[in-house]
Structure formats: structure tokens, C-alpha cells
């Protein structure tokens, strides 16, 4: 984060100074919404759904294993163009999509990663997490 953009300086210090880290992941249909409006974002979360849920998979990992829990937060778009409208940007950088949420005034609940291996997988396609994204946090995380 840095550089021009906004950045969060009014987060709130109990979650900044937490060990818990939050995931915003994108939902399959919000994944398509996001992109439809704002291409640019294609590299930041990933041109198709599944490599972005590979991604946040992986991401999550690296994360636990640097001793931190990981809790996610599923996007919508419509909260998002929320949080932008509210800061007057229309054409969102990969920084202004790092910013979202604003914890201050989330109102979407989160849910600790990861599932366990038998409980229907975080990203939402009802299958079982060891036979969906499980796989891509196995194995070596570079
Ligand atoms: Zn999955």
C-alpha cells in the first residue's frame, strides 16, 4: 500500500495490532461483476474465478503459516462501489481495492479459515474444502 492513493489511517488500532489477519475473497458472481466494471482489477484478484480462489487459498496459507490466523470476508461489489463513492474515486486502483473494506463500517460477517477438511468450502461452490481449494495450499507455498 502507499504511493497517492488512500490509505487507511483511521484503522481501527485493535484490529491493526491483532494477530488475526482478514482475507477479502471474492464470491463467484461478484468475482464477474467486478471485472465487468472494472477490468484494470483483473490483476490484482486474478482474470478468471478460479485462479482468483487459488490465490486467496494460497494467500491464507502463507498467512496461518507466519503464525497468524486468517479470517474472510466475502466481497460485494455493491458494498464496494459503497466505499468508493464515499471517497470519490470511480476508476479504483489496485491500492483502493487493498483499502476495502472499511472495518469501521463492515457489515459483512467474517469466517475463520480454514474450513475443516469435510465442511463445504469457503469459496461457495458446496463442495467439500479437501476436494476443492484445499489442494492449492498443500505442498510448497513460494
Ligand atoms: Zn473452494
Redesign the pocket.
Known sequence: MGGTGWTPTGFDASYQYSTTTLSVYWPRTEHAKLLTLWPQLADQVGATWDEH?QRIERHCAVVERTGHAVNQLPGTVEDLATFLAQRGITDPSADDLLAYPDLRTATVSMTPWPPTRTEA???G?G?KYKQ??RPHSLGSLD
Open positions: 480462489r468450502c469457503w469459496c461452490t463442495r476443492c481449494c
